[in-house]
């Protein structure tokens, strides 16, 4: 199994934890899901500390609240024909690789990640975030 570097912009395949469900004192997501990382940080120990946000099928109450992944971008990373977006308003936040990492799929249990982002729809996220970050933005930290 080959574990790529977390870049911004890579999508990966992971057991989310939503906000709400974190509130409700879940330690694990229900569904493993596509994710982007946002951030990566190296602890002062050397490790690699990053942040990812969901991908859901659910529209978004509010449209400034996610992007929606364009059909393309999704075709190319080999994800399937559903409209999907991208959330903006929450982030996990992990010590990478982390045990919530997850193959892309049964057929391809070494593949770790479907790919990346094009550069420009990955930095519209991290604009989105920092602007979120000051007023709606939360943060969900797993634990190894």
Do not use: C
């Not at 529209?59 to 994800?79: C, H, I, M, S, Y």
């Not at 007023?135 to 634990?143: D, E, G, L, N």
Request: hydrophobic residues 35%.
């Amino acid at each position: 199994m080959s574990i790529p570097d977390p870049e911004p912009g890579l999508v990966i395949r992971y057991s989310y934890l939503w906000q709400h469900e974190a509130a409700h004192g879940k330690e694990d997501g229900t569904k493993d899901r596509p994710a982007v990382v946002v951030i990566t940080l190296k602890n002062e120990d050397g490790k690699k500390r990053v942040a990812v946000v969901p991908i859901t099928h659910s529209p978004p109450a509010k449209p400034e609240n996610a992007l929606q992944l364009p059909a393309p971008v999704k075709k190319r990373l080999g994800l399937d024909d559903e409209a999907s977006w991208i959330v903006l308003t929450e982030v996990n936040v992990f010590t990478w690789p982390g045990p919530d990492l997850r193959p892309i799929s049964r057929e391809k249990p070494a593949k770790m990640a479907f790919g990346y982002l094009p550069a420009r729809l990955t930095q519209m996220i991290i604009d989105s975030l920092r602007t979120n970050n000051k007023s709606r933005a939360k943060m969900v930290t797993r634990t190894d």
